[in-house]
């Protein structure tokens, strides 16, 4: 189900936009008639988006770039603002995450990671920054359960998505005098996404997953696009430094028994 609110003439940026939770995202906004920017590493990808916005109605235009190089991600959203003006609304889902164990993780691996989820988030904040509607704007990062649940074969996105919450955070105090509010959405597990591929990947880990939720389901994009909507509207106008969680309840069973049988994944 998803909820009719107005976004015409609202610029919305996803950044990671492309695939899965994000481009969910992308597509539900453009749905609520914004003007939608994506971006990611992948042109094919970022074509193929913009093909399937356009096709919903919107406005839509996109750029490849790699979060980890901050004058890319600069470049490309000085080019949106230029063809589409003031940013309302700017969701930082850009993420990498595979399953080690900290003794298999290699320097590199833990760098990749935090360089993708925690400094990338920080370059798409930085370089927003002057392009957002002042007063008015809403940055999203998206988050993970891992920001507050420790799990095993996940150091690298447990510390990376607990720094970007705080970034989310730091930020809501920084703007909110410039009239911008800051928010983290916490997604639960969200069937057929990439993510979940990697960490249940075959249906005893599945069935761990939806066993471990309240609501005893996966979630879907929508879930996370339809809170996304909600926070940027006026709707959530007084909401700002909030982390969120939209997961059907699964932060508050620790994710079950997901920790264990990564570990056990990780170790083959
Ligand atoms: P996904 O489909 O792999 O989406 C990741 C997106 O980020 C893709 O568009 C990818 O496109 C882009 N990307 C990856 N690395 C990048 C980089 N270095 N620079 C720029 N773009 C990059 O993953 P997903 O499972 O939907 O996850 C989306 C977000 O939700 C992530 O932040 C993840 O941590 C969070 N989350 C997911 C789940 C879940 O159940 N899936 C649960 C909790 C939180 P390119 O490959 O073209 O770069
Ligand atoms: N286990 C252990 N280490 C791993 C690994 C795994 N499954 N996958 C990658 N690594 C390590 C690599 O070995 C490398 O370290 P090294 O140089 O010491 O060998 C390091 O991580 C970087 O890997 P590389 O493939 O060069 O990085 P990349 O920049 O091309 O890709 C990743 C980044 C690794 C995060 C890749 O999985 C990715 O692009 N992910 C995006 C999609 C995604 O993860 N979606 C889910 C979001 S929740």
């Known amino acids: 189900m998803t909820i009719k609110l107005d976004f015409s003439n609202k610029v919305v940026v996803v950044i990671g936009g492309t695939s899965g939770i ?34 919903l109605g919107a406005d839509a235009m996109g750029f490849s770039a790699d979060v980890r190089e901050p ?18 609304v700017v969701v ?9 164990m900290a003794n298999g993780l290699s320097w590199n691996g833990f760098k990749s990671v935090i360089d993708i989820d925690l400094r990338g988030t920080f370059h798409v904040m930085k370089s927003s920054f002057e392009h957002l509607r002042k007063p008015g704007a809403c940055v999203i990062n998206i988050s993970a ?20 919450d ?8 920084e703007w909110g005098s410039s ?27 599945r069935k761990m997953v939806t066993d471990g939720v ?15 909507l909600f926070l940027a509207s006026d709707l959530g106008s007084y909401i700002t430094g909030t982390i969120l969680p939209v997961d059907g309840g699964w932060a508050q069973t620790h994710c079950g028994e997901l920790s264990d049988y990564l570990g056990e994944l990780a170790e083959g």
């Open 22 to 55: 994000n481009r969910g995202i992308a597509e539900l906004f453009a749905r609520q008639g914004a003007k939608v920017a994506v971006a990611s590493r992948t042109q094919k990808k970022v074509d193929e988006t913009v093909k399937v916005l356009k096709d």
């Open 71 to 88: 004058e890319a991600i600069d470049a490309g959203l000085k080019n949106v603002y230029q063809q589409f003006g003031t940013f309302d």
């Open 92 to 100: 930082s889902g850009a993420a990498g995450n595979f399953p080690a």
């Open 145 to 164: 359960p891992q920001a507050y649940v420790p799990m095993k074969a996940q150091v690298h996105v447990c510390a990376a998505k607990a720094g970007v």
């Open 166 to 173: 705080m970034i989310t955070r730091t930020l809501a105090l």
């Open 179 to 205: 009239g911008i509010r800051v928010n983290s959405i916490v997604p639960g597990p969200i069937e057929g996404t990439e993510g979940m591929a990697r960490l249940a990947p075959n249906d005893t880990a």
């Open 214 to 228: 309240p609501l005893g389901r996966f979630g879907t994009p929508d879930d996370i696009g339809n809170a996304c």
